[in-house]
Structure formats: structure tokens, C-alpha cells
């Protein structure tokens, strides 16, 4: 870790009521491009959780109580030290995490984005005043803070997932448990690190770091003191939570898996097409939520698409994220290679082809190679399942209707893009695409200004925009009388 400017971000204790906790056992991060241990971390306990909840709860009462003007100030020197330390911060994500230093440049900023917007759109928690039935009467809405947030967040964003949350929860005047994903939490305790040097108080934001996933969300989402849980992950740990909050009927917030359709039509742009692909598909060599699952193409255009997508796929370089040439780093475990080989060779066995890669690559057993498979038909399970890896599964089709029944035909419904020029298609493609988010010409989605979110089972709820804080809300009622 001699690569950082300040040395001093790099934390290795659970951040508890503004200070560190350490523990007697220690979780090894391992860096997943060179198998390398590159620090330990003290293993909280269900005790250190308790003492987190019990710091928010009391914290809550005077966080709340500040203006949103001041909650702003305070976030807003956060975001700025995530901006200033954006170096060191992509250099510990890249270590932890594996993606090029260039994706996890972009990570910091993109989650500080988040912290900045909410910090802004806290001071418009607006509410109504309603005509009464009667003229005695008056009917006000008044929106508070829902009080203690937990969450559970995942690897491949360690740093975007938890500011997502968090910024959202903190603008409102909740506050924040958080825990992080073991394989990364160093991104997250040095955001717990800048959060205090910005004079966050101590108590409002909380980064619990554990290797027992289970346990620690036992408590998280049955706390009598947590008022709402957010989570992001897998859509089977997120029915399971959903089920565990239901005992003490927490609100719950749900960004889970996708299986996202990816349409190129006769009148697309065919070389945007092949641009926005390899941007849906293999940034961060295919480990996101909202990586393209299934590239649709028209059949009269096939040959060409294949032929220009498979050319630039077979251009990425793989390697450690460190180096500036890489495209492609690790993916985080050698289990993650294997299910992703798996898919593959079962997709291969019902008759799918290899164009493009197809193995474990010769970089070491965290390496899957840039993958590009045709002849790929909607049923095989590399187009049922999310395939988190950086393998392209393309299937062709020949009408419109046709390719919206497959595209839907799935229980997720998270992000969804399609090429096209015709603009009567554009909409109707648009309104009958059953998903929480198109790309419509673009590939690349996501940002602060927009909401982010799924229907079906992708998720409950919506992370930025407008929207984001609604989730961190409660409506209150006020019925004036004998006025
Ligand atoms: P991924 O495949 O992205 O790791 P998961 O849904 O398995 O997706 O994990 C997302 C987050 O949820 C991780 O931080 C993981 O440790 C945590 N997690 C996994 N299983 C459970 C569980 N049963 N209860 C609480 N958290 C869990």
C-alpha cells in the first residue's frame, strides 16, 4: 500500500460511534489480481453491531434536528474529500476489488455525485397543504426521516453501493449502519475515515465490517431499533431478507439481479451498437447488475454486428487492474470463474459456439477470457441465468414482437437497452420493455440525476433523482381543527 499519497485511509477496524473497534479475529482482504493478502481487518461480532445500532439510534435524535442546510454543509465536505483523495481511493478499490483504476476512478466520483446531489435535494423535502372537507379544518403533510438505516451492500461497487445508500439516508436526517461486503470493506472504512475528518458526528454513519453475512443480517433486518433495511446483491439473499424484515415490518429498499436484454434492430446505428455493447457488457469484466445478459440482434444485420462486436472484444486487454493497458481485470473469486466456465460450457453442450474466447485465461485462475458466444438461444441457461462475467451470449431474431416477448420473458426486470432510429419503434419498445431502466442509443445509464431501480423481482424502491429520498421517508398527516 506504499502506492497512496495518504497512507492514513487505509483502516483496518470497524467504525463505530465515530471511533475504530478493533477485534481478536481478523478477516484477510486478498487482492484478486495477484492472490496477494494486502491488509486484515478485525471481524466485528454481533455485540459490535448492537453498539453500531445503539450509537445511530441516539445519534439520530440530534442529526435530525439540524437543518437540512447544515446536514448539506457537512456531506458536502465529505463529498469534497472523496474528490481530493479520488486517487487513493480508486487505488484501494482497484487493490480490494480487481477493476481497472480507471473504473474505479470513475466509482469514487460517481458515488461522491451521489452524496453531492442528496446533500442539495435534502433542502427540497418538501410538503403539501391539501384542501380540508370542512372550512374548520386544515390538512398539512409534513415528510421526517424514518430514523435508523441498515444496509448490506455488495464487492463490485464497494465504494458506489454504500454511497448510494448512505448519502440518501443521511440528507434525509436518518442514520447509518452500514456493512460491507468482506471480500472489499477497505473502501468502506476509508469512507468512514473521510466522513469524519468532514465532521460528520460521531454515531450517523457507521461501517461494520464481519464475515459471518448471515448472522450480522439476522440482526440487521429483526433490530427493533432499525427503522428501515436497504440491500444490494443476489435476488435470492434479497428474498430472504425481504422475508426477515417482515417480522418486525421494516421498510425495505431492494437493488437485486438483472438479466438485462441488450437489442440491436435492423435500423440501429450498427458501430454505436457495438460501442454501447462492450460499455453494457464487459466493464468490470461483466460484474454488475446492469451488465447487457442477452445481445439481441436482427438477423439481417447479425453477420455484420458479430463480426465488428467480436473485433473489438477480442482488443481488450486482461490484467491487473493497476496497469493503465488493462480493460479486463480479475473477476473476484476463482469460484466466480468457475460458475461463469460453467455457463459456458453448458450453453456450448445445447449448442451455442464459441467466437470468442470460451476459457479460464492464461493470467491466472482469477482471469476469465473476454467471451463472445453466437447461435445462443433464449432458453439455454446462459440467458436465463445473470451471468456476472465477461461472457456475451448473442441471439438473433427476426421481428419486433418477438424479440419484446423474449426480452420480458425472465423474472427480472432491472435495466434493459436497445439500438434504434425509428422513432414510432423507439417508444413502443420503450413502453413495452418491462424494466426499471432503458438505454435507448447508450449504453452507459446510470448517474445521480436518475433514478436507479428495478420492477419484478429486480427491487424495491429507487436509488437518486428526485426519487432517492422518498425511500428514507416517512408522510405524516396533520388534520388542524376548530380553526
Ligand atoms: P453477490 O453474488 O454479489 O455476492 P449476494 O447476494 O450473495 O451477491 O451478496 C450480497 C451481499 O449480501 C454481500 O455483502 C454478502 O456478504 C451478503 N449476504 C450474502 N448472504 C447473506 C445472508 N444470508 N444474509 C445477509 N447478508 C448476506
Redesign the pocket.
Known sequence: MDKLNDPSLLKCHSYINGQWHPSDTQIAVTNPATNEVIGYVSDAGISDVELAIDAAKVAFKTWSAHTAAERANLMRKWFDLLIANQQDLATILTLEQGKPLAEAKAEIAYGAAYIEWFAEEGKRIYGDTIPAPANDKRIVVIKQPVGVVAS?????FPNAMIARKAAAALAAGCTFVG?????TPLSALAMAELAERAGIPSGVFNIVVDDD??G???V??QHPDIAKFT????????R??IA?CASTVKKVSME??GNAPFIVFDDADIDAAVQGAIAAKYRNAG?T?VCANRIFVHDSILEEFTHKFSKTVSKLTIGNGLHESTHIGPM?STK?VADVDNLVNASVILGAKVTLGGSVAKQGSHFYQPTVLTNVTNDMPIAKEEI?GPVSAIISFTDEDEVINMANDTEYGLAAYFYARDIGRVWRVSEALQYGMIGINEGIISNAAAPFGGVKQSGIGREGSKYGLDDYLEIKYLCIGGI
Open positions: 448490506i451492500t455488495p464487492w463490485n456493512r460491507p461486503a468482506s471480500q453475512a448471515k450480522i443480517g439476522q440487521l433486518t440491500f444490494t446483491g443476489s435476488t435470492q439473499v434479497g430472504q431478507l426477515q437485486l439481479g460484474q447488475c473476484i466466480a456476472f
